[in-house]
């Protein structure tokens, strides 16, 4: 245990009342989304040519839940929409064509812990996708790193050794050739050895 530690636990303990958010659930899940395709349209591409695929936007929002069971889950749904464009590209790289604004959506249902009175908060962390160009359309494979927590504002009585206090910051090395402070004084003699 350290110094510190050790002098804090000796300290008297106040119980304080502190409202903070409380995360009642926490959970991720990895999904897929195949064959998500989009016609050429007029677009031709040349013999080799590759797809670019670059994810612009996702968001995830609840949009429905159960009613809690006894034990306080709930299936709560969410609407994931994905944003993404798509780029043709010959082999030496230039850009044939260019689709922009695509965009699928779905619904992703959750079994949470979400009782009366919570809320919930969606992220979409990570996000790949891999394109092929399959006869006439361009047939995408998306994966969704998706982060659920259930939370509720809630006041909850804890142990406190006090209020926190900010510590010094560190401050930023000049760079040189600016130096602080300079050298104010000639350097002090080297002391003679004993041999002379």
Same mark, same amino acid.
Request: charged letters at 15%; one cysteine or more; glycine letters at 4%.
């Given at each position: ?7 804090l636990?000796?300290?008297? %303990?106040?119980?304080?009342c502190?409202e ?11 999904d897929r989304?195949? #064959? !998500?395709?989009t016609?050429?349209g ?10 670019n695929?670059? !994810?612009?936007s996702?968001t ?5 839940r159960?009613?809690?069971d ?6 709560v749904?969410?609407a %994931? ?9 010959c082999? #030496?790289g230039e850009v044939?064509?260019?689709f922009?604004?695509?965009m ?5 249902? %959750?079994?949470?812990c979400?009782?009366e009175?919570?809320?919930t #908060?969606?992220?979409?962390? #990570?996000s790949a ?5 399959l006869?006439?359309? %361009?047939?995408c494979?998306?994966d969704?790193?998706i982060?659920v $927590?259930?939370?509720? !504002?809630?006041k909850?009585?804890?142990?406190s ?8 910051? =560190? $401050?930023v090395s000049?760079?040189?050739p ?7 004084f000639p350097? $002090?003699?080297?002391?003679?050895t =004993?041999?002379?």
């Amino acid at each position: 245990m350290s110094e510190e530690l050790s002098l804090l636990l000796q300290q008297p %303990i106040e119980t304080v009342c502190i409202e903070v958010p409380k995360v009642y659930d926490f959970c991720f899940e990895a999904d897929r989304r195949e #064959n !998500i395709c989009t016609p050429l349209g007029t677009c031709m591409p040349s013999e080799g040519a590759t797809v670019n695929c670059t !994810i612009t936007s996702a968001t995830c929002a609840e949009v429905s839940r159960t009613a809690p069971d006894a034990t306080g889950r709930a299936n709560v749904t969410f609407a %994931i929409v994905v944003t993404y464009t798509l780029e043709v590209l010959c082999p #030496n790289g230039e850009v044939e064509c260019r689709f922009e604004d695509l965009m699928f959506s779905f619904t992703k249902t %959750i079994v949470l812990c979400a009782p009366e009175g919570t809320f919930t #908060n969606c992220e979409i962390v #990570n996000s790949a996708c891999f394109c092929l160009i399959l006869g006439e359309q %361009i047939c995408c494979t998306f994966d969704l790193c998706i982060v659920v $927590q259930s939370l509720a !504002i809630v006041k909850l009585l804890v142990p406190s050794f006090g209020f926190c206090t900010p510590a010094v910051c =560190e $401050q930023v090395s000049p760079e040189p050739p600016f130096v602080c402070p300079p050298t104010l004084f000639p350097p $002090q003699c080297t002391p003679l050895t =004993e041999s002379r």
